[in-house]
């Protein structure tokens, strides 16, 4: 028996990185996933599928821009027809940006950010929320960052927009505990996804500075503390953004 079984949930921006270490790492432990991301992400969410199939597990792919209300809709609509109940949810995808300071940032670019790391984790908490009531309960992790607990030099758009998600994630933990729905976050530091694999050598040794083991985390880690708040190993932890970031919030 796996921390998550006989449980049925969903996963966003499970195409690559966290996301799909997470619904990997959640099938393994018994649940019944679905992988969802960008339409245009479809074929590496197939790919997420494939990898859960394979090992024995059970998963499908929903396209969702968690930035549209009607996706989110029907992502929950998706869920509960595959498996007739909504148990968890990873709210996971996010876009990156930054590079200006605060001043020089575009309008625009501002508004892209929030719309996808925050409106859209607000999109997909209160359908999933609204389920949860009706099925008796449930459990969200949503992903911050380190850069949710701080501010950081030429991120302002992508800061605000995590520092938004913890406050959502304890104001949900605080008005849902009575209902029995957990909702937690965590807080990566530099992890091996995308971003981290495009950086030059004297780039990685700069992200690194801060993450007092000296390395960049690999996505599975991150999956690991996801699936142990998600499930009811993690019983008495509501409201919490968990860093999973090599001590680098130690250190500060
Ligand atoms: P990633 O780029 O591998 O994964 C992000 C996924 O989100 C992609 O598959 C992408 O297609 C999807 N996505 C982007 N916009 C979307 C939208 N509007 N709707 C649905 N899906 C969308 O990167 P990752 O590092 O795995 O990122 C996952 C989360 O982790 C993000 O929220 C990111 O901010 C956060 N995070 C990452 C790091 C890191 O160092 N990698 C650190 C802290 C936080």
Redesign the pocket.
Known sequence: MGSMTGRAGLV?????????ATAIRAAQEGARVVV???E??RE??EETVRLIRDAGGEAHFQA????RAEDQDALVAFVLERFGALDFAHN?????GGGELLADVEDEDFDRVIA??LR?VFLGMKRQIRQMLRGGGGSIVN?????GLRGVKRLAP?TAA?HGLVGLTKNAAVEYAEDRIRVNAV??????????RGATPERLAQIMKPQAMQRI?E?EE?AAAVVWLLSDDASFVTGVTLPVDAGSVAGW
């Open positions: 966003t921006g499970a195409a690559s990185g966290i996301g799909r969802s991301d960008l245009l992400a590496p969410g969702c821009d968690v930035s996971n995808a996010g876009i990156g996808v790391n859209g992903t911050a960052s380190n850069a992508y995590k807080a990566p530091g530099t992890i091996m996804t995308g971003f981290a985390g996505p991150v």
